[in-house]
């Protein structure tokens, strides 16, 4: 996977992991979890110490996804969501929302202690911090109501604009990397081993068969679109985030609420200061680390970047994962997925509760996840996302006129018209031209440039590629190369 020079995060700065064997020939096993990243690892964890026997297939490396691209806080603060999710789903549904959250937060603190496991663990508070005093107060009352242990602060710790924040107390942060390496350890993974189609309980890969008794996805975003239709239930955001060198220390972590919030954790001497988020696929100004740059030497000046990277996540509609059957008529096939910005509990909560559905064993939370659950809030996604839709996934061959490709500056990628129809352009720095098709191999919509990335991104359910048509992320399987 090819990245734009300097786009690397702390933790892949901090912790290179140790590369594993590819599947070599055919495997029987009881389960199959696909997808290597943390909710992948953590589910084969607790299926392992279950009894059962699990092997992780991973394409590329364990945490190469999006776990080496997120914060890694580890809370069941999601933002200020409690007065609304008593609101919009009732506060049963509401408290256990939030306590699968809060176990997940005290699971991962276990795991560390008695697998003694050295991944810079801190147990700390987490805030949100807001304009709007009243809305912070309802929230703390909401919380309260759901049996959370939270109060309203009045002054905080870093240097925002703010009424003040709701404080969570005894939350978590660490160093993701770390800790999916020590876990791994302990499991059956095999990298390279890119599951291409699954039958039943048949997944073909390139180095050989696996059969399973149950299957996992694990993949961030389902690949599978038909059945399921995860595509059409949920669309996927990015979040850039920098790591700030001297720029003083945080006890707790923070996120803002709104459009415009800044997120802020300490990882040893940096301040990780994380915004700018937006649907993929609409970022066709860019501009998106210049503007966090811009922040930080505002809110800490004389702060130097020592990193900057990029996140993305999946959003459903009505704001809960999606974990468990993944549709009515595969009964071997689990999903986890639609974890929105807080992937480290979420992923805790599909690994308890998939390993509970698996062993047969009741789970509280069962249905507060299931995705089977139909809300009437995916209706207008549905809609959107099919209206950004457009036809015809045949291989297109191009002839870029060579004045348009000489106009285009050096270090540019743009869409542009030639006499058989739209395609992607982009001209490195030395003046090389690489050409793209822009009709996304997922389901045909038209790609867009992020001119921050140097990538061609997907508006409709988030797939991305490289200038050079390489496939970056899911749910599309195939890259845009035009040769
Ligand atoms: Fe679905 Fe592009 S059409 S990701």
Redesign the pocket.
Known sequence: MESVTGIESIWNKTCKIERKSALNGDIKTDVAVIGGGMAGILTAYQLERAGVHTVVLEAEQIGGGQTKNTTAKITCQHGLFCRTFIEKKGKETARLYVQANQDAVEEYKRIICQEQIDCDLRVSDAYVYSRDKEKLEQETEAAGELGINASFEKQIEIPVECAGAVRFRDQAEFHPLKFIEALAKKLTVYEDTPAKEVEGNRIMTPCGKVMAGKIVFATHFPFINFPGLY?ARMHQERSYVIALENAGRLNGMYIGDGEEALSFRQYDRYILLGGQGHRTGENREGGRYIRLKEKAAELYPGSRTAACWSAQDCITADSIPFIGGYAGDCPDWLVATGFQKWGMSSAMVSALLIRDIICGTANPYEKVFDPSRFSAEEIPQLIKDGG??VKGLAKRIFHIPDETAAALERGHGAVVETSQGKAGVYKTEEGEIFQVDIV??????E?TWNPDERTWD??????RFDYRGNLLE???QEGIRHE
Do not use: D, I, R, Y
Not at 440 to 445: E, I, M, N, S, Y
Not at 458 to 463: A, E, I, K, R, T
């Open positions: 595509f950004n839709a996304c191999p997922h389901l045909g919509c790609l997907c508006p409709c359910h988030g797939s899911g749910p599309a």
